[in-house]
């Protein structure tokens, strides 16, 4: 395990000891409905996830937070990833939690057990060195706001809505969103936002920083808003693999570590991708100067 995934499963800890995520999976796993698919590209570099569970809004079941654990566990081993995708079956991206596996567990020791599971899974996912992209179409709400929050860039339909609508079932955020919300639009903004539990367009969430980019979507068109997303990524991931992976590390160490630390990363990751092979190329054929 890198250091990058070490500081992203640093966990709560219980009477000194960490808890035990196989024992949580476990236990979660029971909680049946919907499932998770990870499809990757080894071509292209990219990997796509689908929240799908269509009855149930893309609600995350027990076996849903499982299944996405174990897919960012996978995508942590796949060594020709440069991009995610995270989208929604049906153009609607998740109402949250799942309301047959939350009635099951409404006491304060389970709810904290899935949030420590589904914290470690969204820390871990954001720490990935790819670039990840959240389509958020139809709706993001309570949980599926907070899963937004651990991807780089959130890309929205022009009909989608995002809300943190925590509050209006007497709960916080839990999964990391609320810090992570912090991060990306700053305290005052994200305060408003959660206290209000009000529900974004995707106008309001570009204004504020919180949508990367609004997908026009027209009806002539025969492009799906995956496809043009899939577009979209590949822009950004043209670099070779190294290259990709290295700069995300460098961001991704910005945003968790102390300044100092930060520096000390991006000093220490640069010489991986000098002078390699595709650094090499790129002198010979005078890139830079096109």
Not at 61 to 87: A, F, H, P, Q, R
Not at 139 to 151: P, S, W, Y
Not at 248 to 276: D, N, Q
Request: net charge neutral; hydrophobic share 35%; charged share 25%.
């Amino acid at each position: 395990m890198s250091t990058i995934e070490e500081e992203a499963s640093d966990l709560i800890f219980e009477n000194g000891h960490k808890t035990n995520l196989d024992k949580l999976k476990s236990k979660f796993a029971k909680y049946s409905g919907g499932s998770v698919k990870l499809i990757k590209d080894d071509e292209t570099g990219i990997a796509t996830i689908n929240l799908d569970n269509p009855s149930r809004k893309n609600a995350l079941s027990g076996s849903m937070m499982t299944d996405l654990y174990n897919i960012v566990s996978e995508l942590e081993k796949w060594d020709k990833g440069k991009g995610i995708i995270i989208y929604g079956t049906d153009g609607f991206f998740s109402s949250g939690g799942d309301m047959n596996t939350v009635k099951e567990i409404d006491n304060c020791v389970d709810g904290r057990d899935m949030g420590i599971l589904m914290f470690d899974t969204l820390q871990r996912l954001q720490a990935l060195p790819m670039i990840s992209v959240a389509l958020v179409e139809g709706k993001a709400i309570g949980g599926g706001a907070e899963l937004t929050t651990a991807c780089d860039f959130r890309l929205m339909s022009k009909s989608a809505k995002i809300g943190f609508v925590h509050i209006k079932l007497g709960i916080t955020v839990s999964w990391g969103g609320g810090t992570r919300l912090v991060q990306i639009i700053g305290s005052h903004k994200a305060l408003e936002i959660i206290s209000s539990g009000r529900q974004l367009t995707a106008q309001e969430a570009l204004d504020i920083g919180l949508a990367t980019h609004i997908i026009e979507e027209s009806p002539e068109s025969k492009k799906s808003n995956l496809d043009y997303t899939k577009e979209w990524l590949l822009e950004h991931i043209g670099g070779p693999t190294s290259t990709i992976n290295a700069l995300k590390t460098i961001i991704h160490s910005a945003r968790t570590l102390p300044f100092k630390e930060s520096l000390k990363r991006e000093l220490e990751t640069f010489p991986k991708v000098w002078g390699s092979p595709p650094h090499k190329k790129a002198l010979s054929m005078n890139i830079k100067l096109r």
